[in-house]
């Protein structure tokens, strides 16, 4: 028995250090498939992406796509969203070369509280850059301006502010210095990695200590007073049962109201929301460029 104990023991003790292998297995939250940015310009805006999904806990995606091969852009990013194994809330940010179409879908919570009309805001400074050909620019200024509402700090009523360090960015010169320092990056998932392989573990020590625990409890627990009584000695001489109240549920019947007309979009936080092919519930907003 103890060598099975031990042996369960270094089997979760194994799964808890590897652990860090599955986390670090990452999403992939920029897709360049059009291949508008280069390596450079990928690893400088995933450094941002990266800050909002840890800071807010939302999943942010940027896909380039050639073509959405005949499928409206709506269907395609919410597909696209659903399809890809991204947590439930989040938001996709897609944009179609050859139909020239740039699009937000919205998940879970966020369908209620980043409404379409304020995604047109913040995609407002971000289409003059798609235009240019400026993709790198375009969708910095698009990470900018939605972390800063998620802070707080922006809304319809504000704009973009043109000196800012993202507009600074030039494609064409990379500055490294506008990385996240990869040091500080490393430290700090490493931190939240290795808290989590120590609760796991902690849980899973837990665990076998109460199993081990019950094991060792020989005692029997009984389901009456029976057993402990010693035959013959105890005589009920009668019984009978009273009853001292009563209590009656009651469920009203609801009544079934009809409604005219089949479409799946309804008003929400300001905007619409539709449900994909899959059933999820997104909202979002987009345009041409």
Do not use: W
């Not at 939250?29 to 909002?52: F, G």
């Not at 494609?171 to 990056?185: A, G, Q, T, V, W």
């Not at 209590?247 to 936080?269: A, C, D, E, L, Q």
């Amino acid at each position: 028995m103890k060598k099975i104990i031990c042996f369960f023991l270094s089997a979760m003790l194994i799964f808890a250090l590897t652990l860090p292998c599955f986390t670090a297995a990452e999403l992939p939250y920029l897709i360049d498939d059009a291949d508008l940015l280069s390596e450079d310009e990928e690893l400088y805006l995933l450094a941002n992406i990266e800050k909002i999904v840890i800071g807010y806990g939302y999943d942010i995606v940027i896909h380039t796509t050639q073509s959405t091969n005949g499928q409206d852009i709506i269907s395609y990013c919410d597909d696209y969203y659903d399809n890809g194994g991204y947590s439930e809330d989040g938001l996709i940010f897609v944009i179609s070369m050859d139909e020239r179409d740039y699009y937000t879908s919205t998940s879970g919570t966020l369908v209620d509280s980043l409404p379409s009309y304020e995604i047109d805001s913040i995609c407002a400074d971000a289409v003059p850059f798609l235009s240019q050909g400026a993709y790198c620019d375009a969708f910095s200024t698009y990470l900018q301006n939605l972390s800063d509402y998620f802070a707080g700090g922006y809304s319809s009523d504000t704009h973009y502010d043109e000196s800012s360090d993202y507009n600074q960015y030039e494609s064409d010169s990379f500055d490294i210095d506008y990385l996240i320092d990869p040091l500080s990056d490393f430290l700090y998932d490493f931190f939240y990695k290795e808290l989590a392989v120590v609760i796991v573990a902690c849980l899973i020590a837990f665990l076998i200590t109460k199993l081990i625990k019950s094991r060792m409890n020989t005692a029997v627990k009984q389901s009456d007073a029976d057993n402990y009584v010693i035959k013959g000695t105890f005589t009920v001489s009668g019984s009978r049962d009273l009853f001292i109240c009563s209590s009656v549920n009651r469920t009203p019947i609801s009544k079934s109201n009809t409604s005219s007309g089949g479409s799946s979009h309804r008003s929400s936080g300001g905007g619409s929301s539709h449900t994909s092919s899959g059933g999820t519930r997104h909202g979002g907003s987009g345009g041409k460029f």
